[in-house]
Every structure is written in structure tokens, then in C-alpha cells.
């Protein structure tokens, strides 16, 4: 995946499977935050021109999982997602840079709960909350 219109500090993250056959995230680690992003293409979009929901929850379960692996100092083969709820707040299209951030909200012995958001650089495209299991074997 190439950098596009990336902030600086992106990197690609090479991932394999389902994330990397449709398109891939870039990631950045800055001050303890865990931020992904994308250039979006037209692979990205649905047949209005819009990035496409499903691609956004992708992006949502993934930054959410990744943020809670970071803050807790634990692999992410030990989190499973439990509950990803995503809110559709605007539209992003090809050639819009998104991004995405979060932080854990609260940390049990088997959860933890994790909010964020993704935007464009011109408006917000999506607030985000998952729950994640702390797998215990």
C-alpha cells in the first residue's frame, strides 16, 4: 500500500487476509495513541462513490482492537471482540484521506471497553465502541 496523502509518520502495515486484499491501513504510533488510515479508492466505495459501511467497521474493529492491545500491554490473539458498535456521521469518498483514534474507557479482568472516531480531514465519518474479551487461556 502506498502512503497517498498520508500525514507523515504512516506506515504501511502489511497485513494479510481479508484486511490486505481489500485495501490495507496504514498505522502510526505517536504518544502512546495507536492512530490507522487510508487513502480511499474506488475498491473502498459502494455503488454511490461513498466508502462503503462494511469497510468503515473494518477499520473501526481494527483500530478499537488495536488501541485496547496497545493500552493493556496485551497481544491481540488474547482480545476478542465481544460487541463493535459503529455510528454513521458523514461521508467519505475516494481520494479523501481517512483516519482513526481511540482510547480505552474502562479495563475489568476480562474486558475492556474502547471508544473512538474516524474522520476526514474535513468532517467526522464515524464514532465507534467495542468491548473486547480478555481471552484467559
Known sequence: MTNGNAPPGFL???MQGFVGLNGGFLRREQGGDVSFGFTAQDRHCNPFGLVHGGWLSTMADLQLLMQAAHDSSLPTSKLVTVSLSVNYLGAARAGDWVESRAAIVRQTRTLVFVEGSA????????SMNGIYQIRQD
Not at 474522520?119 to 464515524?126: G, L, Y
Request: net charge negative; glycine share 0%.
Open 119 to 126: 474522520f476526514t480531514p474535513a468532517r467526522p465519518v464515524i
Open 12 to 14: 504501511d502495515t502489511d
